[in-house]
């Protein structure tokens, strides 16, 4: 059985998460009461019940209910319905240029600006982010790039109970921030840049010349050895941790040429090791 809770910002991708989830079978209720959260986990924990798939999406239009989200949650855990939360976050300017484009207003900004009322959610939402196992970042990512991040995490038929995890490893610029939702963060700024060769600055670390610049140097192989090695040793205790989500950030300058390089090598390496894994480019097409 899979009970999946979906929250996370307003704008930040909620209903196209529950869309993905439905296209690969959840049966998906949104904006159920949290207060009837338990007695719909009970129709579905059932014996009897033919619904392996199941997901929630909770939000901040259910604010006169949001307090009791908490007990509902404890409810779950003392009856050992297993669950997953996955939170949706996104950066503030991002959220407001959707609602501007939508034309529509923020559920807590009625009377205000957008961006008041994406600060007052923020503080409703930051417990239940902390309690999350599962955020995704959808700043710099489109409905399809979410709807592929959801199928890796939830389409393999493995249930709950799988050793994997989802280790999503993304590049990007030092220039434009390390990533919020990152646990490991590399910094490979020490490499060849190729940002110096003319013919190679308008490319990425996907084109294959730029990879040959960028690990044409025996500190590159040597440095690409200890990080497979290290993350040989890491990701088996993550999973004995219990820890679901992985973001291991990759970062140079720019975010374009050695940190895209590293980062298609080392995505390549954890799928190789069985892992599910996903790889995104965060600043690659920005520089």
Known sequence: MKFVIVTGLSGSGKSEAMKALEDIGFYCVDNLP????????????QANSKMDKVALGIDIRGREFFETLNFALEQLSDANYKYDMLYLDCDDSVLIKRYKMTRRNHPLAANSQISD???????????LKKYSKMIIDTTNMKPKDLKAEIATMYDDGDGFESPNIT????????????????????DVRF????????????????????Q?????????????EKLFDM?????????????????IAIGCTGGRHRSVTI???LFDHIDNLGYRAVKKHRDSKLD
Do not use: C, W
């Not at 490499?191 to 730029?210: C, Q």
């Not at 993350?231 to 973001?247: A, C, I, R, S, T």
């Open 117 to 127: 009322g994406i600060l007052e959610e923020r503080k409703i939402m930051e417990p």
């Open 231 to 247: 993350m040989d040793f890491l990701l088996p205790q993550y999973v004995n941790e219990g820890k679901q989500h992985l973001v």
């Open 263 to 265: 980062t298609n090598k």
């Open 191 to 210: 490499l060849p840049n190729p940002y110096y060769n003319v013919d190679l600055r308008p490319k990425t670390g996907d084109s294959l010349d730029v």
């Open 212 to 224: 040959e610049y960028v690990m044409n140097s025996d500190i590159s192989h040597i440095f690409l």
């Open 167 to 186: 280790i999503s490893v993304l590049s990007f610029g030092f220039k434009y921030g390390i990533p919020e939702d990152a646990d490991i963060v590399i």
């Open 34 to 45: 949290p207060a009837l959260i338990v007695n719909f986990a009970e129709l579905f924990f």
